[in-house]
């Protein structure tokens, strides 16, 4: 603006000159092989259990090899065409379930279960420390952190709700193993809530818990029960610890 680079917080008070650059169009997406498990799957809807290191949508710096890519021509719904189908994702560090459309009518339905809270999703976390109580409820609202943009946090500009709940599985020397259930599905919710707590993720470089042994976060979505928003019939989808995550159990509980 006016021949400098301005924040996006700036505010205009007229007779400013603007220039704008427009990103460049998105890449045409094309069908990939990308290493994925169904676990469900019928004409209106794919339940797919995405293992660790895979990105569910095209984003800055992964333009390929996403679960788009893996799914694209059987999923359908939304108004992104980067994205179809697509209702919640998966950090890429998480493995786990997630529900993916394959028509507008399951994408509404499956978009109206989030909104109400309505998609039981529910994760295996291992974290570092010792819980205060076997069960508990985290209720703060995150967002992007005001000094880090890169990472999200309690100490926002921009908050919006967060719940998540948690319940012992496991006591370790150390550590515990937590049954985690979302309320409310925000970017690193899990991750940045437990660390709030001081019970950062084994293994999340990010958030207070890095374990180069572990490779990555131990955090697996392993449930999703919800209402099939087409024929009305209870779904519930399960799946067990992959085989990284069990050795690492093992190895915390030795």
Not at 82 to 96: K, Y
Not at 178 to 201: F, K, M, N, S, Y
């Amino acid at each position: 603006m006016d021949g400098e680079r301005r924040p996006k917080s700036h505010r205009l008070t007229g007779g400013e000159t603007v220039e704008l650059e427009p990103p460049e169009a998105p890449p045409e997406l094309v069908p990939e092989e990308v290493p994925l498990r169904v676990a469900y799957e019928d004409e209106h809807l794919i339940v797919v259990d995405k293992p660790a290191g895979i990105v569910v949508h095209p984003s800055p710096g992964h333009a390929t090899g996403t679960l788009v890519h893996g799914l694209l021509g059987r999923t359908a719904g939304g108004e992104s065409a980067d994205r179809p189908g697509i209702v919640h994702r998966l950090d890429r560090d998480t493995s786990g379930l997630l529900v993916v459309a394959r028509s507008e009518e399951a994408y509404g339905g499956l978009r109206n279960l989030v909104k109400r809270r309505a998609l039981e999703r529910r994760y295996k976390a291992l974290v570092r420390g010792r819980p205060r109580s076997r069960t508990g409820r985290i209720e703060a609202p995150i967002g992007r952190d005001r000094h880090e943009p890169t990472r999200i946090s309690l100490d926002t500009d921009t908050p919006r709700d967060a719940v998540t709940h948690f319940e012992i599985e496991r006591l370790l020397d150390g550590h515990a193993l937590l049954d985690v259930r979302l309320e409310t599905g925000r970017t690193h919710q899990i991750r940045v809530h437990l660390a709030a707590i001081g019970l950062p993720v084994a293994g999340d470089p990010v958030y207070g818990a890095p374990d180069p042994q572990l490779g990555r976060q131990f955090l697996h979505a392993w449930r999703l029960a919800f209402t099939h928003p087409v024929t009305g019939e209870p779904l519930e989808v399960e799946s067990p610890l992959p085989p990284e995550l069990q050795a690492a159990l093992e190895r915390f509980a030795s």
